[in-house]
C-alpha cells in the first residue's frame, strides 16, 4: 500500500528536509492545457487528479464535446497516473428537466463513464461525493441521487470500474442521510476500492462540511476502521495545495503530524 498527499510547497520543503517520504504526489490542473512543471517529478510520482477546470469530471455532466482529448491524454501520459478519478455526481445545472429520476441519472452518469472510457486508455475510478440538504439546495445544488451506494454500486459493477473512497465526503454525506459513516462506507462496494483519501472537516451551521483541514481523532479511527475491510492500493492527504485558496491550510507541522500518522496507521494494516 503506497501513501500520496497532495502537492504543495509546505510538502516539497518537508521532503527536501527528509522529515516526510511519500509515494505519490497528487496535482489539479487549473486548465487544460497547464504545463506541468517537470521538478514535480523530484517528489513522487505523479497523480493526476483533476485534468482541469475547463473540463467538466463528474459522472453527471451535460455536456463534453468540446474536450480536447489529446490534451488530456499528453497530460496523463506526461504523469504517467495510475488511475484518472471522475465525481460520481450530477448537479441542477447539468439537467434542464425539471423532474429528474433514478434512471435519468443513472443512465446520464453511465454514458460520461464510457466516453471517458472510450478516449482515455488508464484506469477510471469514480469518488463518492459529499451531500448534506445544504449541499442540495445551495451550490452545487447536488441531486441526492449521486450519493446512493446503490448507484455507485451499479455504475463500478456494469462499467468495471474501481471506486475512490473519499472518508472526509462519506462523512459529511452520512450525516446528511442521518447515518453513522461506518454504515454508510460499509454499504459501498468496497471491494473495488483501489484508492482512499483523507483529509478532516468542519462542522458548520449548516451542517458538516468538506473543507479540507487537519485530520482529527475521528478521522483516523475512521481509516483504521475501513483499511480493516478493504485493500486500496494507495492511501492519499488531501491536506494542503498551492496558492491562495490553500494558503490557510497548508500548515507544514499540519502535514507533517498527518502524514507521519497515516504511514503509522497503513504499516499496522501491511
Known sequence: MKIGCNLSNELMELIDEDKVTVDYVKIALSKSDDEIPVKYKDYGKLLLHGVGTDIPQHTGAAELSNVNWNQVKGSVEFCNSKFIGLHCATYRSDWDEQEITYEMVKERMGS??????ENLDIELLIENVPYTPYYETNSPGIIRYSVYPE?????????EIGLLLDIAHAKVTASGLGLSVEDYMSALPLERVKEIHVVGTRDTKDGLRDHHLEMNEDDYKNLEFILKITNPELVTLEYGGFGEHFLWRSDKKAIERQLKKIVQIVNNKR
Not at 112 to 117: A, G, I, N, P, S
Not at 151 to 159: M, R, T
Open 112 to 117: 460520461t463513464l464510457q466516453l471517458w472510457k
Open 151 to 159: 448507484l455507485i454500486k451499479q455504475l463500478c459493477s456494469e462499467y
